[in-house]
Every structure is written in structure tokens, then in C-alpha cells.
């Protein structure tokens, strides 16, 4: 099935390093799994066709580290390394270091990475693309009478970040024109003060947003969409919740969202799985860009319940550099898919993270049930890594039956030894507000309050 | 085994062998204080130490894979372990376990042909370097780190090796 392709090396761990080597196996092509010294006795390892011990616990000496993944993939000989979602997924230096070293990186040139990876730089390929982007200025603005004006035309609310500021830092919302004067002139000089530097960036603050993606396949030459994904269920910018179709969107505006997505991946002949994630204005039902992931996310599944494609196996035979024989008009979006990420945290005690061992495991099934993890009993979970410890997608016919057998399994499935976060999920996905699919990205937050 | 001279001539018709013999690559002959290297690969490149009890300065002795695809290029793992890597080696109190620091390729010698860093029963100090891991062309020495005789070693010249696989066994004294 591969012409180039017949070793790959699964540069992860846990249920994406299976869901990595199941898609191997199926397209007959050897899996190597890599695995730290705090990973060994896990499903990935046990089921890959071979597996090799690249480093200690800590992920900067084991999955983060470039050189032993290198080394190893050469050592050992595999054609091609997958890299899956984090660690090293989005590091162009790393996929750089694949090309130069002779080893096909599965995911885009590095080139792609480090320019979609800029978000200026990306922002600007957008507008080139036609693609809508939040309205604001174009990259820093440094003369106050620039400033002024631009933040006029934009309207009010408005966010002006310090161009060198950053996580949270020289930020500040500007709610009308009675304070911009006063508002833009103390940042400035602030961040003049604090970063040597006063130029600002303005743009429209969105207060009522959802957070929509659009998943893509492109070979560098055609390129394809699997429609969109809603993952607007999220606590401290971590997604929860995903879902396809989004329950928000109308059949034209799903259409031109799409359709905007594939411009932008065409504009820069992109090459691989990909995802063009928005923000949704619940307000103006507007949609902006905001960023591309150059990789396969967490929440593919979703989509290849609803489309029947599997995403893993046409990524790797794009980077097989065979050419994608899946057409747009060959893509029917069926039923309806929500995905549930499971984490071992304790929802009762703000969410913290519950390493240790699983004493028993019973996962759930039936029809439209799809559990993607490596959990096992007696499986101990390390307290090194995310605390996720596995995903369940179910598939309904509509997006009713889809909450209705989420429910029934996540309360077949028993995962004992740690907290989980399944009760969460099932009160989470039966709120009133959830079911009516009328609710925005601080929605879980207002649901943890009323609980407390 | 007796001694006896090697003359310029006998030099020419060893080289001239190697050259008509097709399935030799490399070959690295030391004897009587003199070494000899012969190679075909163009790139590669090396330094030649007079001393051979002396820390060799090595540089790529490894056929990188791109230099030759099909000779070298490793099946894919057939040591690699599924269980723990240092599973099957217990080490006694007398004893120091050498193990492998980073994923890479074993060496055994300074280069190909050229005789081992060191062999079973073989006396090493601490600074002695008994073998080479390569990690992405860089050429790591290990060092026995303790004064003693070789006992084992576990691995094979040119094999792939994980993090933390047992290379050597020294016995301690």
C-alpha cells in the first residue's frame, strides 16, 4: 500500500502512540514505539512491532528530546517518524533535523511549521487568503495618533496588547471611547517602561466566542475538508468537550467556513493533515481566524466518525507522497460525534491531577461507542506527562442520541484506583445549556460555579 | 607467532588485493607499530593514532546511512527490547555495570577492522574508553569509569542499543 513507507516511528506515547500503530498495522507498515524509562510496561509498547528505550522519565530527556528520537529512528532504521500531537509535533527545527538526517517526517515541511507557527506571519497569509481575521491592526502600531485612529474604526470593546508583552502582561480592554485616549497612552508608556519598547497591537475584544476548527487533508496539490469540529466546552483554555457538525453553524456558513480554510491551506501549498481553528462571534455570527495546527489533534476522531475517513492513515500517505484519492464531493457528513477527554483529576478538588494506578478497567461499548486509550488494569499512570488518560467518541444519528449514548457509557465504563473526570463530563454534556447548543467558551466555567 | 618485516612491495600487493576484491570496503590492518587503512568510502574520514594504548581521537568510523544505504542500513530492531532493558543482567556488589546513556550505535573499536577498545578479561582504569555510542554522527566515548577486568559485554559490534541497555560488565578490583 506504501511505496516508501515501510518503518515508521511513533515519536509519542499513550493512546495517540496507539492510535499510531493501529493505523500502521492496517496499512502493513512496521511500527517502532518509543518509549521513556517511566513508560515501559504500557499498551503501545506491547503492541508495536518493536519499541526502544530512548531516555529517562522527564519528557525534555525522553519524548522532547531531538537527538535520541534522531538517533534512534537511525540506529534502528525506520523510514519515518510520526510525531503525533505535542511534544515535538510543531518543532520545525525537529522536522528539519528529520530531513536532513533522511527521515520522513510525517506531518508538513518545516518551512510550513515555522510559517504557520508565526502568528503574524499566518495572519497575514490569511488575509492574503481572503480568510477573515479579527479586525485590528496590522502588526504593532507605534505612533499614538495611528493607534487612535485605528482603534476608532475597529469599535468598541478593544483589546491593545504591548507587542512585547505577553501572558497577560501589557494587556487591557478598552470598553468605550470615553477612556481609549487615556487607556492607549498609559499602556504605551507602561510598556515603553517596562519593555523598551511602546508599540501596541489593537484588536476587537469578542466577549461571546465559540471555538470552531476545520479539519484538512491536503497532498501540496488538492486539498480537501472533513468539515468543522466545535470545541467550545473548555475549562482554562483546555478543551473538555468536542463535537461535529458544530450545533452553531448554518449549512452556508459551515459552507463558507470550509471553503476558507482550504484557501488558506492552498495559498501555502500545505501538505499533510491539518486544522484551521477560529473563533466564532456569537454576537456578529461572524468567524475569524486565529491559527493553524500543522498537526493531527487530540479531537480528530470526531471527524472520522462523522466522514468515515481515517485521518492517521491518509496523513501517512500523504507523506508517502502519494496523491489524496479522496474527493471533496466523495465527503458526506453523517449523524453527529461528541468526543469526552477523560483526565485522571479529581473534578472535586479544582481539577487536580490524580497520578497512581488503576486497579480495575472496564471499558464501555456497543454500537457508535469508540474508546480510544492504553489504559489496562494495572496500569500505572506516571505523574511525568498530561494526566489524559483516554478518549470516548460516540456517534449518534443526530446530536440527541449522540449526548444520550455518551451518557450510557461513560456510566458503563469503570475506571477504579484514580479520580476521573467521567461524572464531570456526563453532568457537563446533560446541562440544560449544553443540550440546547446555545453556549460559549466561559460556559464550563459558569457551570462549575453554580455547582459550588 | 613469529615476527617478520613488512616491505613497501608487500604493502602494494595487499592494496592492490584489496582494490580488485569488491566486497571489501574498509580494511585496517595494525601490526609492528605500523597501521594501515584502506577505504572506500570517499567521505570518510579518520585520524590515525601511532599509539594504540593511547585514547584514540575518533572521527566517524560509522558508515553514515546516507554513504551507503544498502550496505548498512540496520533491520529494524530486532534487539530492541520489549521489557525492560536491563531486565535480564543482575550485577554483584563487586561488579559495574556500564550501560548504554543514550539511544544509538555500539562500537566496539576506533574504527571498523581496527581491534576492540576491549576484550573479556581485559584489565581497564577508570579513564579507559572500552567502546563508542553514536548519537546522530557524534562519536561518544564510554569510559570504564572503574579499575578492573573486563567480564562481559553484551552487545555486538554495529548494533543499534537503547537508553539504559547493559553494554559491559566490569569486575571491580
Given amino acids: ?452 | 607467532m613469529k615476527d617478520f618485516d613488512i616491505s613497501l612491495n608487500d604493502l602494494k600487493q595487499l592494496t592492490k588485493w584489496v582494490k580488485e576484491s569488491s566486497d571489501i570496503r574498509e580494511l585496517s590492518l595494525s601490526y609492528n607499530g605500523l597501521e594501515l587503512f584502506i577505504s572506500r568510502n570517499e567521505s570518510t574520514q579518520r585520524s590515525v593514532s601511532s599509539d594504540a594504548a593511547g585514547t584514540p581521537v575518533t572521527t566517524a568510523p560509522a558508515p553514515s546511512k546516507q554513504e551507503q544505504p544498502e550496505l548498512n542500513k540496520p533491520t529494524i530492531a530486532p534487539t530492541a527490547s520489549k521489557s525492560s532493558p536491563t531486565a535480564d543482567v543482575s550485577v554483584a556488589e563487586n561488579e559495574h555495570l556500564i550501560t548504554a546513556p543514550m539511544v544509538g550505535t555500539f562500537y566496539m573499536s576506533p574504527k571498523p577492522g581496527a581491534p576492540a577498545f576491549v576484550e573479556i578479561g581485559q584489565q581497564v582504569e577508570p579513564k579507559s574508553v572500552v567502546c563508542i555510542i553514536e548519537v546522530m554522527k557524534l562519536m561518544n566515548n564510554l569510559e570504564a569509569k572503574v579499575n578492573g577486568r573486563v567480564k562481559e559485554i553484551y552487545v555486538e559490534d554495529q548494533q543499534p542499543v537503547e537508553y539504559g541497555q547493559p553494554i559491559m560488565l566490569i569486575e571491580k578490583e
Fill in chain 1, 1 to 452: 500500500m506504501l511505496n516508501k513507507i515501510k518503518s515508521v516511528m511513533i515519536a509519542n506515547r499513550g493512546e495517540i502512540s496507539l492510535r499510531i500503530i493501529r493505523a500502521c498495522q492496517e496499512l502493513g507498515v512496521k511500527s517502532v514505539a518509543i518509549y521513556s524509562e517511566a513508560d515501559k510496561d504500557t499498551l503501545p509498547v506491547k503492541l508495536a512491532d518493536s519499541a526502544v528505550c530512548i531516555g529517562p522519565a522527564p519528557a525534555q530527556a525522553s519524548y522532547q528530546n531531538q537527538e535520541a528520537i534522531i538517533s534512534a529512528a537511525l540506529a534502528f532504521g525506520v523510514d519515518a517518524i510520526h510525531p503525533g500531537y505535542g511534544f515535538l509535533s510543531e518543532k520545525a527545527d525537529f522536522a528539519k533535523k528529520c530531513e536532513d538526517n533522511g527521515i520522513i517526517f510525517i506531518g508538513p515541511s518545516a518551512d510550513i511549521i515555522s510559517k504557520m507557527g508565526d502568528k503574524i506571519e499566518a495572519r497575514k497569509i490569511a488575509d492574503s487568503a481572503s480568510v477573515p481575521t479579527i479586525p485590528g491592526s496590522d502588526g504593532a502600531v507605534t505612533e499614538f495618533k495611528k493607534a487612535l485612529e485605528i482603534a476608532e474604526s475597529i469599535g468598541f470593546p478593544l483589546l491593545i496588547k504591548a507587542s512585547a508583552g505577553g501572558g497577560g502582561r501589557g494587556m487591557r480592554v478598552v470598553e468605550s471611547r470615553d477612556t481609549l485616549e487615556q487607556d492607549l497612552n498609559e499602556i504605551m508608556s507602561e510598556a515603553e517602561v517596562a519593555f523598551g519598547d511602546s508599540s501596541v497591537y489593537i484588536e476587537k475584544y469578542l466577549t461571546d466566542i465559540r471555538h470552531i476548527e476545520v479539519q484538512l487533508l491536503a497532498d501540496g496539490d488538492s486539498c480537501i475538508h472533513l468539515g468543522e469540529r466545535d470545541c467550545t466546552a473548555q475549562r482554562r483554555n483546555q478543551k473538555l468537550v468536542e463535537e461535529a457538525p458544530s450545533p452553531a453553524l448554518s449549512t452556508s456558513q459551515r459552507n463558507d467556513l470550509c471553503q476558507s480554510a482550504v484557501r488558506l491551506a492552498k495559498k501555502v501549498k500545505y501538505k499533510s493533515a491539518g486544522t484551521v481553528e477560529y473563533v466564532y462571534d456569537n454576537i456578529d455570527k461572524q468567524f475569524y481566524f486565529i491559527e493553524m495546527n500543522t498537526r493531527v489533534q487530540v479531537e480528530h476522531p470526531v471527524s472520522e466518525m462523522i466522514t468515515g475517513i481515517d485521518i492517521i492513515k491518509e496523513q501517512i500517505k500523504i507523506a508517502d507522497n502519494q496523491v489524496l484519492n479522496i474527493k471533496q464531493e466523495d465527503i458526506v457528513l453523517s449523524g453527529h460525534a461528541i468526543e469526552c477527554r477523560l483526565n485522571a483529576e479529581d473534578p472535586e478538588n479544582g481539577f487536580s491531577p490524580c497520578p497512581g494506578t488503576i486497579s480495575y478497567y472496564r471499558p464501555p461499548g456497543g454500537f457508535g461507542i469508540r474508546m480510544d486509550s492504553h489504559l489496562e488494569s494495572g496500569y500505572t499512570i506516571p505523574p511525568y506527562y498530561d494526566s489524559m488518560i483516554g478518549k470516548l467518541i460516540c456517534w449518534g444519528a443526530d446530536r440527541n442520541e449522540a449526548i444520550i449514548r455518551m451518557t450510557r457509557a461513560l456510566s458503563e465504563m469503570k475506571v477504579e484506583g484514580v479520580k476521573t473526570t467521567a461524572k464531570f463530563h456526563s453532568k457537563l454534556i446533560n446541562s440544560e445549556q449544553f443540550k440546547s447548543g446555545n453556549f460559549n467558551t466561559v460556559f464550563v466555567a459558569s457551570l462549575l460555579e453554580k455547582q459550588h
